[in-house]
Nanobody
């Protein structure tokens, strides 16, 4: 059974940093692309960052240059380093998995981790 557990969120002031973690189990982690998504109140879930099995990364324009996605296949964990946080980054953050070269995020959507950027 696939499980994805997000952690690391919290309350941070504008300009601050957080590092999110996504621990995966029940899958062969290394063979899947990983993605971080977020959903702000009243808005649709959006894709924030992806990392392929080969380590290639891609980012939404809104976070480019501020967020960094990474993965540690030995630990079955993906990370999202978030710097220069803005109030607009406030959302619940989720991770998910994707078969390489496909567009479908097929893992279970977990509880996510809340990120609140506020002074």
């Amino acid at each position: 059974q696939v499980q994805l557990v997000e952690s690391g969120g919290g309350l941070v002031q504008p300009g601050g940093s957080l590092r999110l973690s996504c621990a995966a189990s029940g899958i062969i982690f290394a063979i899947y692309d990983m993605g971080w998504h977020r959903q702000a109140p009243g808005k649709q879930r959006e894709l924030v960052a992806t990392i392929t099995t080969g380590g290639s990364t891609n980012y939404a324009d809104s976070v480019k240059g501020r967020f960094t996605i990474s993965r540690d296949n030995a630990k079955n964990t993906a990370y999202l380093q978030m710097n220069s946080l803005e109030p607009e980054d406030t959302a619940v953050y989720y991770c998910n998995i994707r078969v390489p070269k496909t567009g479908t995020w097929f893992g279970p959507w977990g509880q996510g981790t809340q990120v609140t950027v506020s002074s």
